[in-house]
């Protein structure tokens, strides 16, 4: 992917949960970091 993203806009939450169970915290930081690892920001 290859999307314009603030660098401010990491510090916010990129990972919201719509599933039928709660995930852990360690199970939303990794789904978070996997996001932040995908983004390719524009500087």
Known sequence: MNIPFDQK???KKL???FSHRNL???E???LANG???ALKLKK
Do not use: G, P
């Open 9 to 11: 806009a990491l510090n």
């Open 15 to 17: 990972v919201y949960n």
């Open 24 to 26: 852990t915290d360690i």
């Open 28 to 30: 939303e930081k990794l």
């Open 35 to 37: 996001w932040k690892f």
